[in-house]
């Protein structure tokens, strides 16, 4: 493995959890978002000033101690400001042979064209196997569908999505190992 570098602006991380995509996750919740949805999930997360700095390294720690994680899920705030920031650790955690799931309040659509000014973000995408993306809308809220907030969220194959000219999407009943 290699030596990672760099640090991240985090609200926190949660170790262990069965709610934040498929299999057991460690997920990890960045700092600051813009889309400041109504009735949000996670409102402390949008202050991009709040929180603290982490160090890659440390987060990659906590990953090896805990032999049962399936995956890891960037969560936020919104991860995609924070692409360059994440590059690193993803690319680590795809090395490891770890799922990654990103929630994003931007949709696929809109991560492509910020992409064309902010090359991180398809870089980020291209590390993803499951991308759940769209703001939270309250009057849509959901508790039937698995890892969704809200019924305008997908939750799309990334792997299978990128390079063509259609969103795939992934059934919550399928393995999330074929990702």
């Not at 994680?69 to 936020?76: A, H, P, R, V």
Request: aromatic share 8%.
């Amino acid at each position: 493995m290699a030596e990672v570098h760099g640090t991240l602006r985090i609200a926190g991380i949660e170790p262990e959890s069965f709610v934040d995509g498929p299999g057991i996750r460690m997920t990890i919740f960045v700092q600051g978002c813009p889309h400041h949805c109504p009735e949000c999930h996670n409102p402390q997360t949008h202050d991009f000033k709040s929180g603290h700095n982490i160090d890659i390294a440390e987060i990659l720690e906590m990953i090896s101690e805990n032999e049962l994680l399936d995956g890891i899920t960037f969560s936020g705030g919104e991860p995609f400001c924070h692409a360059a920031a994440l590059l690193p650790l993803a690319r680590e955690i795809r090395e490891r042979g770890y799922h990654l799931t990103i929630y994003s309040g931007y949709t696929y659509e809109e991560l492509l064209e910020k992409s064309k000014t902010e090359p991180a973000i398809l870089e980020l995408l291209a590390f993803a196997n499951l991308l759940i993306d769209g703001r939270f809308i309250f009057a849509e809220k959901t508790l039937d569908v698995p890892f969704k907030g809200s019924l305008n969220q997908r939750l799309i194959d990334v792997q299978a999505t990128l390079g063509k000219d259609r969103v795939v999407l992934w059934n919550p009943g399928e393995d999330y190992k074929d990702l």
